[in-house]
């Protein structure tokens, strides 16, 4: 594996931090120390409520900071287990990041479930809706000319849009946004930045952008907007790792799994 340097970033409202997300940090960090000690971590948090400018910030400090080789956004109600940042690193793509659980479960879907899976956990995987939507998806044709989703190929899928959540960044997607984006590039951060420990040029890659009808994208579609769509990027999602999203309750999802069942039972 390529030697690495990744900021865990976290915003947080209240400083809260859920259970799930402390063991991953603390498995991560671990699990790397012992396989891969060429791949260190440092982890941020910022408490706030204006989740734009803690998102620029973020990609800010790694852009600006030329030891860090990637940005690892990790929200605090999420948690997953070593080997998926294992395979974002190897996939080697510019952003990778998840199909994870909706945090909210469907009793009703799961309950139908349990009428055809004895394992309470696969009844979950299988019930639960998932982030990003279907319609996030590329759609390609079948040998009939049909169209059909394109299929994953090993852990990845291409996507158009995602949400950052979970997302692994390579440094080199801000330097590309900072030198053919410059609308979006301040030499100088502004104060609200410098208060989260932005020092030198300000990247608003999360800044909302029109989507039309008189509506903005959420911050995390507006940086895919930039990089997809004005900028040629790609991005990727790990497809087939155990992911926990923490509401009210716990959910547990495994995207793979549930497209997999789902349509075999003419779901």
């Not at 190929?153 to 996507?159: A, E, T, V």
């Not at 020092?199 to 890659?205: A, I, S, V």
């Amino acid at each position: 594996m390529q030697p690495a340097r990744i900021l865990i970033a976290t915003p947080t409202a209240d400083g809260g931090l859920c259970t799930e997300y402390c063991e991953t940090v603390v498995q991560l960090i671990q699990s790397f120390a012992e396989r891969h000690p060429e791949v260190t971590f440092v982890l941020r948090f910022h408490e706030t409520h204006d989740l734009r400018l803690v998102r620029n910030a973020y990609a800010s400090e790694v852009l600006n900071d030329t030891g860090l080789t990637h940005l690892l956004f990790f929200d605090s109600d999420m948690g997953f287990f070593p080997p998926l940042v294992e395979k974002m690193l190897a996939a080697a793509k510019p952003v990778v990041g998840v199909v994870s659980p909706k945090r909210s479960l469907d009793v009703t879907k799961v309950a139908e479930m349990a009428r055809r899976f004895d394992d309470i956990r696969i009844c979950e995987i299988a019930g639960n809706d998932y982030i990003p939507d279907p319609s996030a998806f590329p759609v390609g044709y079948d040998e009939t000319g049909a169209p059909a989703y394109v299929r994953h190929q090993g852990s990845l899928i291409p996507i158009g849009r995602c949400g950052t959540g979970i997302m692994l960044i390579a440094r080199s997607v801000f330097e590309r946004m900072r030198d053919e984006l410059p609308e979006d590039y301040d030499a100088e951060a502004p104060p609200a930045a410098r208060a989260y420990g932005v020092d030198g040029g300000y990247l608003r890659c999360f800044d909302a952008v029109a989507s039309g009808g008189g509506t903005t994208l959420g911050e995390d579609y507006a940086f895919s907007q930039r990089w997809v769509k004005r900028l040629g990027g790609e991005i990727h999602l790990v497809f087939d790792e155990i992911i926990f999203h923490v509401g009210d309750r716990r959910t547990v999802g495994n995207a793979a799994l549930r497209y997999a069942l789902r349509p075999r039972l003419g779901l």
